[in-house]
């Protein structure tokens, strides 16, 4: 019986360090804040105004035919944010640099990893804390390959018929090319158009299903063909033979690196009649079996806006 008491003390300490007050408090962590990134996205709209080189209303040459595709994708090179219109190329932040080999002798972009993106598709995205803060008044998007459909004309046993062909364009600067695929064929570009390797800014592959037959050719537009419109070129000029399409935005781009939300940046590209061709024979068709050469594969302005 003289034990009692202590038991009874004992039960009493242990019953007081299991009750909350006794636990050992615990630190619960702040929640990390989600990543926020600028998103850009691809419009293609054949609405837009035809720009020149110059970023300045296009006027159709005498001789010439042109047409608004209707895209399947679209590929981009090099993405680049600018201050004003005297940054040089290279002076802003660099946002995206697709990848290059030298397999066939000189730099070239790669074809067989680039990154293919439709309308309205998502083609990059960058966290906006990798960003220098600043406000930017131009996009400059280096556009390596297109895809997208046309209407042409061929006639058959005297009788006109108008088909639907895909067409694969490539307007980077030098892209190494060894296969690729346009619709539903693959093709290796062929020996007249320089065979597999490297291809200057113009080259391309159209293939078309006509009378139950599938055909496929290729060609190589002239070298400064292709229109790549600069609206800045006079103080910020880019180098010939590239695709560095240049545009202001709607409203400037302001990155403060302290945003809460993303940005998504609608990359839109005019596709007004930028496809063009001498027409041989003025019908407004394209025609390759009556003579007409591509000329022109070019996109016809660069208008990027924040949404």
Same mark, same amino acid.
């Given at each position: 019986?003289?034990?009692?008491?202590?038991?009874?003390?004992?039960?009493?300490?242990?019953?007081?360090?299991?009750? !909350?007050?006794?636990?050992?408090?615990? #630190?619960?962590?702040?929640?990390?804040?989600?990543?926020?990134?600028? %998103?850009?996205?691809?419009? &293609?709209?054949?609405?837009?105004?035809?720009?020149?080189?110059?970023?300045? !209303?296009?006027?159709?040459?005498?001789? *010439?035919?042109?047409?608004?595709?209707? /895209?399947?994708?679209?590929?981009?090179?090099?993405?680049?944010?600018?201050?004003?219109?005297? #940054?040089?190329?290279?002076?802003? !932040?660099?946002?995206?640099?697709?990848?290059? +080999? #030298?397999?066939?002798? +000189? +730099?070239?972009?790669?074809?067989?990893?680039?990154?293919?993106?439709?309308?309205?598709?998502? &083609?990059l995205r960058v966290p906006l804390d990798s960003i220098t803060p600043g406000t930017y008044t131009y996009l400059r998007v280096s556009l390596?390959?297109?895809?997208?459909?046309?209407?042409?004309?061929?006639?058959?046993?005297?009788?006109?018929?108008? /088909?639907?062909? #895909?067409i694969a364009s490539f307007i980077g600067y030098n892209t190494y090319i060894n296969s690729y695929m346009i619709k539903t064929q693959t093709?290796?570009?062929?020996?007249?158009?320089?065979?597999?390797?490297? *291809?200057?800014?113009?080259?391309?592959?159209?293939?078309? $299903? @006509?009378?139950?037959?599938?055909?496929?050719?290729?060609?190589?537009?002239?070298?400064?063909?292709? +229109?790549?419109?600069?609206?800045?070129? @006079? $103080?910020?000029?880019?180098?010939?033979?590239?695709?560095?399409?240049?545009?202001? /935005?709607?409203?400037?781009?302001? %990155? =403060?690196?302290?945003? $809460?939300?993303?940005?998504?940046?609608?990359? @839109?590209?005019? =596709?007004?009649?930028? /496809?063009?061709?001498?027409?041989?024979?003025?019908?407004?068709?394209?025609?390759?079996? @009556?003579?007409?050469?591509?000329?022109?594969?070019?996109?016809?302005?660069?208008?990027?806006?924040?949404?």
């Open positions: 019986m003289r034990n009692i008491p202590l038991l009874c003390l004992l039960f009493s300490v242990t019953l007081l360090c299991t009750a !909350p007050s006794c636990k050992k408090d615990k #630190t619960v962590p702040e929640p990390t804040p989600a990543k926020k990134y600028i %998103i850009f996205k691809f419009k &293609f709209d054949s609405t837009l105004a035809r720009l020149n080189n110059l970023g300045q !209303p296009a006027v159709m040459p005498a001789g *010439h035919s042109a047409l608004s595709p209707v /895209f399947n994708g679209m590929c981009a090179h090099y993405v680049e944010l600018d201050p004003s219109m005297y #940054t040089a190329i290279g002076g802003g !932040p660099v946002l995206y640099h697709a990848p290059e +080999t #030298t397999a066939g002798g +000189t +730099t070239a972009i790669d074809h067989s990893k680039s990154i293919i993106k439709g309308n309205n598709e998502e &083609f390596a390959y297109q895809n997208y459909d046309i209407r042409y004309k061929y006639t058959y046993q005297g009788t006109p018929y108008v /088909f639907t062909g #895909t093709l290796s570009p062929s020996a007249a158009a320089g065979g597999p390797g490297n *291809h200057l800014q113009g080259y391309w592959g159209f293939e078309t $299903t @006509a009378l139950s037959t599938t055909n496929v050719l290729d060609g190589q537009s002239p070298p400064g063909a292709t +229109t790549v419109p600069n609206p800045i070129f @006079a $103080t910020s000029p880019i180098p010939q033979g590239s695709c560095l399409v240049t545009g202001a /935005f709607s409203s400037p781009l302001v %990155i =403060t690196g302290t945003e $809460t939300a993303d940005k998504v940046v609608m990359v @839109a590209l005019s =596709t007004n009649n930028s /496809f063009e061709w001498k027409d041989a024979n003025m019908n407004g068709y394209y025609e390759p079996a @009556a003579g007409d050469t591509v000329v022109d594969m070019g996109i016809r302005g660069l208008y990027p806006s924040v949404q």
